[in-house]
């Protein structure tokens, strides 16, 4: 039975989990909290955007996640932290850190990254002056400010933020407080939302909305919290001062992926933003390595799309670990569906010699035109800056070309197939490769006038069989 690790215990990583282990693997889960379940633990309201969920919390909907896993002989390391994940062969090992103690853990064909987000905290406030003055539980952050407490205490609260959560946060507050909004530009949370905000606000004033602005100062006397404020808004700064009785930070969510670069040195291509870069199946630019969830998705968020997502990747691994699965149902498989996700370097008309064929005419040095299209994670195709250092050179492929083919000078191929497979495999050495097109063209090579060749795909997840 093949195992397979998961970094996450939150609706995509139990949904992979669950997948995974219906497929026939045997599956451990490491879980850095005290609960799987992952945001849904702090989710203090009704979620009746999950179908068949209505009337229920997130902490509910945690709750008979873990049940379901229960029934299953699912592993789950709670409280748990990987300190470090290596590749030997082709298995991959984790080391954890449970208790204190350092345990090891081998032989995994794969690994799912679903590590989830978190929500940001008072690090937004941290170049403002008078930020330390101000008690901690007079700022709020992410699900905090949709407690009862939270709810009910203040009669002028900030919410700062302007997404989804910032303005239904704003809503539920203008049945019993004074609302102030600071968005940083605009607001971006859904029609029906802001409709709600200005709905209230024409029955009686209760949301005051600050857009483009920012905070300068924060000041603590008297149990009142003053606010600095400049907006941009207009031509001319203008600069106002609030008094709040407290604050509700609404300003989004981080992926967490910076422990990634300490338990696998960095190997995992993320975005701008720090979103793990996949393809639409999940497959990161790391062999065996896949990805679930809102840590790799920075534009659908949410337990519905995490849930799919884990489901998703789950299916993948089992196609990529069972090539006659893939044999027998994917052999027609659309090639465009198969490179979606990346971007691609093309190269042509690379000239090398060698003796190929099957024929005895054949068997001489002879030109051949070689072509390749080499796919890799679209953000590597995207740089931020003019700098070649920011992109995979192209060069390095044409060197990996002439490096195969300066390895058999003296020797003779039948078949052109086996030298597309030697240039795929050292290809492949740069592990942002994820799809490569091999072309191989001998000119003139039927009755001095017809050329002839072949085209080949080759895939990262099938490299083992080159």
């Known amino acids: 039975m093949e195992k397979v690790l998961i970094i996450g215990g939150g609706p995509a990583g139990l949904s992979a989990a669950l997948w995974l282990y219906k497929y026939g693997f045997e599956v451990l889960v490491v879980e850095a909290e005290k609960r799987s379940g992952g945001l849904l633990n702090k989710n203090y309201q009704v979620n009746d955007w999950l179908l068949g969920t209505y009337e229920k919390t997130g902490q509910t909907i945690a709750q008979q996640f873990r049940k379901h896993i229960k029934k299953t002989k699912i592993k789950i390391l709670q409280d748990t932290k990987a300190t470090k994940i290596r590749f030997a062969g082709k298995k991959l090992h984790i080391e954890y850190l449970k208790n204190g103690k350092r345990i090891q853990d081998s032989n995994f064909s794969a690994c799912v990254i679903a590590s989830g987000l978190s929500y940001r905290n008072e690090d937004v406030f941290k170049n403002i002056s008078g930020i330390k003055k101000i008690p901690?539980?007079?700022i709020r952050c992410g699900p905090e400010a949709f407690t009862l407490k939270a709810l009910r205490q203040p009669k002028r609260v900030l919410v700062v933020g302007g997404g989804?959560?910032?303005f239904e946060n704003a809503r539920m507050m203008c049945k019993r407080s004074r609302v102030e909004m600071i968005v940083r530009s605009k607001p971006r949370a859904q029609k029906h939302l802001l409709d709600s905000i200005?709905?209230?606000?024409n029955s009686k004033?209760?949301?005051?909305?600050?857009?483009?602005t920012k905070i300068l100062s924060l000041n603590y006397d008297k149990n009142k919290i003053r606010v600095q404020i400049t907006?941009?808004?207009k031509k001319n700064k203008i600069k106002k001062m609030l008094t709040v009785d407290?604050?509700?930070l609404l300003a989004g969510y981080l992926p967490n992926t910076a422990f990634l670069n300490e338990i696998m040195d960095g190997k995992i291509v993320v975005d701008a933003n720090g979103y793990i870069s996949i393809d639409d199946f999940g497959r990161t630019n790391f062999t065996g390595v896949y990805a679930a969830g809102d840590v790799s998705s920075?534009?659908?968020?949410?337990v519905v799309t995490a849930l799919a997502s884990g489901a998703k990747c789950a299916k993948t691994i089992e196609r990529d670990l069972n090539p006659s699965f893939l044999q027998k149902h994917y052999k027609g498989l659309d090639k465009i569906n198969r490179k979606a996700g990346y971007s691609y370097i093309y190269l042509d008309n690379i000239q090398v010699e060698l003796s190929i064929g099957v024929y005895q005419y054949e068997k001489y040095l002879r030109n051949l035109d070689v072509a390749i299209v080499v796919g890799i994670p679209a953000n590597r195709a995207k740089p931020n800056k003019d700098d070649i250092n920011e992109v995979i050179n192209y060069e390095s492929f044409v060197e990996a070309v002439r490096k195969v083919v300066d390895k058999q000078q003296g020797k003779h191929f039948n078949l052109l197939e086996t030298l597309a497979k030697l240039i795929a495999k050292?290809?492949?050495k740069n592990e942002n490769v994820q799809y490569l097109e091999v072309r191989i063209n001998k000119p003139k090579a039927i009755d001095g006038r017809v050329d002839a060749g072949v085209e080949i795909p080759f895939y990262r997840s099938e490299l083992s069989k080159l």
Do not use: Y
């Not at 200005?198 to 606000?201: A, M, P, R, S, T």
């Not at 920075?298 to 949410?302: D, K, V």
């Open 246 to 248: 407290c604050i509700h």
């Open 164 to 166: 989804d959560n910032a």
């Open 198 to 201: 200005k709905e209230i606000n």
């Open 426 to 428: 050292e290809c492949f």
């Open 298 to 302: 920075p534009n659908f968020s949410g």
């Open 205 to 212: 004033k209760r949301c005051w909305i600050h857009e483009n």
């Open 136 to 138: 901690e539980k007079l």
């Open 231 to 233: 907006s941009s808004a």
